[in-house]
């Protein structure tokens, strides 16, 4: 019998109880965290980032009639302008609307968040999926960037 075999043993069912015990916990707990992170960034920031400002205004120009790119230029994507569009019409010259983009950009967050665990899950299973969210969670940008 080899030397290490007692230690390769001893890493597999520490890894195989990781996943049955503690994964789970982990799982759910930063699910939890990025649940509350995203209601502070939607309730208590008080700062925001350009975008924005600049998704909101190009959103009113589409709700008035302007056509992106040729009676205004923007360098995004001008999907998210067109639904934009019918509540930049409905909160017109209203602050509140801030909050109400910031909420349907922590929702698209949320989606996209979803959209990768159940991908992962029907190829891969129900334990590469949870690895793939809290991989996914390992990226700086998805926390600063949440409500914007």
């Not at 990025?34 to 008080?46: D, E, K």
Request: aromatic share 20%; with cysteine.
């Amino acid at each position: 019998m080899p030397k290490n075999s007692g230690k390769k043993q001893s890493f597999c069912y520490f890894f195989t109880n990781l996943y049955d015990k503690k994964l789970n916990w982990l799982f759910y707990a930063c699910i939890a965290v990025f649940v509350y992170i995203a209601g502070l960034q939607i309730t208590r920031s008080c700062a925001f980032y350009f975008d924005t400002v600049e998704h909101i205004h190009a959103s009113w120009l589409v709700s008035e009639g302007k056509i992106p790119f040729v009676d205004f230029f923007e360098h995004h994507n001008p999907l998210l302008w067109y639904v934009l569009a019918p509540l930049t019409k409905l909160f017109e010259r209203n602050i509140v609307i801030i909050p109400v983009v910031r909420t349907i950009a922590v929702l698209g967050y949320f989606s996209c968040i979803w959209m990768v665990y159940q991908i992962s899950r029907q190829i891969y299973g129900k334990k590469a999926a949870q690895y793939s969210v809290l991989l996914l969670f390992c990226v700086y940008g998805i926390w600063r960037d949440i409500a914007n």
